[in-house]
């Protein structure tokens, strides 16, 4: 059940919107057990952000929410992943994007908490 919320400074057309998202459906696997049969994603795009005290390049900050835990390693792998995938599709530099990671121990879901 991992979520992935993105917030940047340019704007997400809506080709780029589906790029983006099949491209994070497929890396989340990179996180042992999850996959996009329960990821839920979400864009903010044109926000108002500064980096280093200036607005002048595009800038990204993506959350990742995990139901559970994973390994350093597939987080490394995973914010790799993200870095290049929104250079790519939005070209934006590794250095002007952050990545958060929360493990969440209580996710609910349909009614119920798991």
């Known amino acids: 059940m991992p979520y992935i919320s993105t917030k940047t400074t340019v704007t997400i057309s809506a080709e780029k919107r589906e790029s983006i998202k099949n491209k994070l459906g497929k890396a989340i696997e990179l996180i042992p057990g999850k996959s996009e049969s329960w990821l839920m994603i ?18 990204a900050f993506v959350e990742v929410k995990l139901f559970g835990k994973a390994s350093q390693d597939a987080y490394k792998n995973l914010t790799q992943a993200i870095m290049e995938i929104l250079e790519e599709e939005l070209g934006i530099q590794g250095d002007c994007i952050y990545v958060k990671y929360e493990e969440v121990s209580t996710w609910g879901w349909n009614g119920i908490n798991l």
């Open 42 to 59: 979400s864009f903010d795009d044109n926000s108002t952000m500064y980096f280093k005290g200036s607005d002048a390049k595009p800038l």
